[in-house]
């Protein structure tokens, strides 16, 4: 069974730029939900789709967005990219984000903002 | 916002047994206990998790005490591939939403 994919595994871009991130969570996996790591400020919840709906939101500013298909694929989107937004994203999923199932992560993609 | 503790850093002979502890003194009856890992520039990795009683899969057991303030995760026979940081993490059951709260964890330095 496949794990979580997320594409691209590495990507350098240019402040002001935006940038578009996507996974596909475990086939049967309805929830989905994103998460930011940097070195200053570890793992930090960005938020969570499921059916299509944004059911959580982490405190990030309006810059950064995602959306979710009806296949369950997601996308996540930061538009002006700054250069502390160079970090890990990590996607992760589970089959419907209820307490006691378990979250599957991905491998990550590595933003660079130059 | 996390609700667990977890000593910074720990070391551990290969091939001896890992125990690494986590306090949630806060914890309600109906919050999960949650570990994760992660190797150097990888998403991480599920090992366990539990609510009351302690639990055991093919990569390590999980100890909670009665009182469910505090818990152990035991990794039997600890190898180089073991050197990681370790996430304890508390979830509440019953609620919506794949929001997982990480701490600082513990980097476990497996020695040869």
């Not at chain 1, 570890?42 to 990030?60: A, C, I, P, V």
Request: charged share 15%; hydrophobic share 30%; glycine share 10%.
């Amino acid at each position: 069974k496949a794990g979580v994919t997320q594409t691209p595994r590495y990507l350098i871009k240019t402040r002001g730029q935006q940038v578009t991130l996507s996974c596909s969570p475990i086939s049967g996996h309805r929830s989905v939900s994103w998460y930011q790591q940097t070195p200053g400020q570890g793992l930090q919840f960005l938020f969570e789709y499921f059916s299509e709906t944004q059911r959580n939101k982490g405190n990030f500013p309006g810059r950064f967005s995602g959306r979710q298909f009806s296949n369950s694929r997601s996308e996540m989107n930061v538009s002006t990219l700054e250069l502390g937004d160079s970090a890990l994203y990590l996607c992760a999923s589970s089959i419907d984000g209820v307490t006691g199932n378990t979250i599957y992560f991905g491998e990550g993609s590595w933003l660079t903002v130059v | 916002d996390a609700k667990t503790t977890q000593p910074p850093s720990m070391d551990c002979a290969e091939g001896r047994a890992a125990n690494l502890p986590c306090n949630h003194s806060t914890i309600s009856g109906n919050e999960y206990v949650y570990w994760y890992r992660q190797i150097h520039s990888q998403g991480p990795q599920y090992i366990i998790h539990g609510l009351k009683n302690n639990e055991t899969n093919e990569m390590a057991s999980l100890i909670i005490t009665e009182d469910r303030k505090s818990s152990t995760l035991i990794l039997p026979h600890a190898t180089l591939r073991d050197t990681a940081v370790y996430y304890c993490i508390v979830r509440v059951a019953g609620e919506y939403g794949n929001k997982l709260v990480f701490g600082a964890g513990t980097i476990l330095r497996v020695k040869s």
